[in-house]
């Protein structure tokens, strides 16, 4: 069992390396005057700083965005910061038809909710 999972992960690495080669980053950075979410502000009409990263290896991607916010404090949380994770797989089945599985998730830091 143990040489087969080594031998898988070698066989996963090796495929990785012109991927790795080709592996890009990004940042970004703002400071808004309300950051909105589908039109509801998240910074109860006040100025907001957010920045990000993201990481992609070939078809591979994986990022973190952070912004502050306001509103959670509203319901009873404590958090003034909002941290969004996500990652995933995109591709091309052929050509015009395309498709990215991934996974996202929002993270409120301290929040006691």
Do not use: C, H
């Amino acid at each position: 069992m143990k040489k087969t999972l080594l031998a898988i992960a070698v066989a996963v690495a090796t495929a990785a390396v012109p991927t790795i080669a080709s592996a890009q980053v990004a940042f970004n950075a703002a400071v808004v005057t309300d950051y909105r979410y589908r039109g509801i502000s998240q910074s109860k009409l006040k100025p907001a700083v957010s920045a990000g990263v993201d990481y992609a290896a070939g078809a591979f991607y994986v990022g973190a965005w952070a912004s502050t916010i306001k509103w959670i404090k509203e319901f009873g949380g404590d958090s003034n910061v909002e941290i969004d994770l996500y990652g995933g797989y995109k591709g091309e089945l052929a050509k015009d038809v395309a498709f990215d599985v991934g996974l996202l998730t929002y993270i409120y830091p301290s929040n006691k909710l």
